[in-house]
């Protein structure tokens, strides 16, 4: 991710944001990240280095004795969010009145909705170790009438897609199995013989190879040349996440020599 910088004075000591994999150097970054950013900082986001941030690099010492008293009193901190958006300088009232209005929608939202929006922020954001923490919690969650099978199905989706772009295909194909057995959608079947493809280390347990036709296997592999031929003319990082999306995406495909080349160099960067 990028920030849009207003100010020179740079703080000795960034702020490290474990979840965003970034540092903030300045009182406008750290405004930036909260307004575009909410799900991610709505809980557990304002803490005590995060106010030492403020006192000590920013000299925004009153703004933190506020937030300390918010914290003491261990309410909610939607309102210490607009405050420090406020104090900040960097939004304009407009703005800052719809993002907490944004916050208010958030708020409303079912726990389980509220998780899941968390955690495929992470995943578009190449947070796929930390996405998939979030969906294996959802998957303990106890059903309800929001917590059902359409609801889990998308989570193990997500999830399988996080293991597979973490090249820990055997992970992958036990979440898009479980999926299938829930919805048996197609999509999940291609999915999964995709996996095979991409490390023989996968196979298809019998009662899938049941259900898979040599027409189908015949078209999947042929969507897969495809694949492999346009992936050798991207960059790595495209043709990574060409293998495998959340949710719909319809398309999944890659090339096994490719993904053995680039396996030990891509695991160092969730280490």
Same mark, same amino acid.
């Given at each position: 991710?990028?920030?849009?910088?207003?100010?020179?004075?740079?703080?000795?000591?960034?702020?490290?944001?474990?979840?965003?994999?970034?540092?903030?150097?300045?009182?406008?970054?750290?405004?930036?990240?909260?307004?575009?950013?909410? @799900?991610?900082?709505?809980?557990?986001?304002?803490?005590?280095?995060?106010?030492?941030?403020?006192?000590?690099?920013?000299?925004?010492?009153? @703004?933190?004795?506020?937030?300390?008293?918010?914290?003491?009193?261990?309410?909610?901190?939607?309102?210490?969010?607009?405050?420090?958006?406020?104090?900040?300088?960097?939004?304009?009232?407009?703005?800052?009145?719809?993002?907490?209005?944004?916050?208010?929608? @958030?708020?409303?939202?079912?726990?389980?909705?509220?998780?899941?929006?968390?955690?495929?922020?992470?995943?578009?954001?190449?947070?796929?170790?930390?996405?998939?923490?979030?969906?294996?919690?959802?998957?303990?969650?106890?059903?309800?009438?929001?917590?059902?099978?359409?609801?889990?199905?998308?989570?193990?989706?997500?999830?399988?897609?996080?293991?597979?772009?973490?090249?820990?295909?055997?992970?992958?194909?036990?979440?898009?199995?479980?999926?299938?057995?829930?919805?048996?959608?197609?999509?999940?079947?291609?999915?999964?013989?995709?996996?095979?493809?991409?490390?023989?280390?996968?196979? @298809?347990?019998?009662?899938?190879?049941?259900?898979?036709?040599?027409?189908?296997?015949?078209?999947?592999?042929?969507?897969?040349?495809?694949?492999?031929?346009?992936?050798?003319?991207?960059?790595?990082?495209?043709?990574?996440?060409?293998?495998?999306?959340?949710?719909?995406?319809?398309?999944?495909?890659?090339?096994?020599?490719?993904?053995?080349?680039?396996?030990?160099?891509?695991?160092?960067?969730?280490?």
């Amino acid at each position: 991710m990028s920030l849009l910088l207003c100010s020179q004075e740079y703080a000795r000591r960034p702020y490290h944001v474990e979840m965003l994999g970034i540092h903030l150097f300045t009182a406008q970054e750290l405004a930036y990240v909260i307004y575009h950013y909410p @799900l991610l900082v709505l809980d557990g986001f304002i803490n005590d280095d995060l106010l030492e941030f403020l006192k000590e690099e920013l000299n925004l010492g009153m @703004l933190a004795v506020k937030l300390e008293r918010w914290l003491k009193r261990q309410e909610k901190l939607d309102e210490a969010l607009v405050l420090i958006l406020q104090e900040c300088g960097y939004y304009n009232g407009v703005e800052i009145n719809r993002f907490r209005h944004r916050l208010m929608d @958030l708020r409303k939202k079912h726990p389980a909705e509220f998780s899941k929006l968390k955690a495929d922020e992470l995943f578009s954001m190449h947070q796929y170790t930390r996405a998939a923490r979030l969906y294996e919690e959802l998957l303990d969650r106890p059903a309800d009438k929001h917590v059902d099978d359409t609801f889990l199905v998308k989570v193990l989706n997500n999830l399988g897609a996080c293991h597979a772009q973490t090249f820990h295909f055997d992970k992958a194909y036990e979440a898009y199995e479980k999926a299938y057995l829930r919805n048996g959608k197609e999509e999940l079947l291609q999915r999964m013989y995709i996996l095979t493809l991409l490390d023989e280390k996968v196979r @298809l347990g019998e009662h899938i190879q049941a259900v898979i036709s040599e027409e189908q296997k015949e078209a999947w592999a042929k969507r897969l040349k495809d694949v492999r031929d346009r992936a050798a003319r991207s960059d790595a990082v495209a043709q990574l996440e060409a293998l495998f999306k959340k949710d719909s995406i319809r398309r999944q495909a890659g090339q096994t020599e490719l993904v053995h080349r680039w396996k030990q160099e891509f695991r160092r960067q969730f280490k």
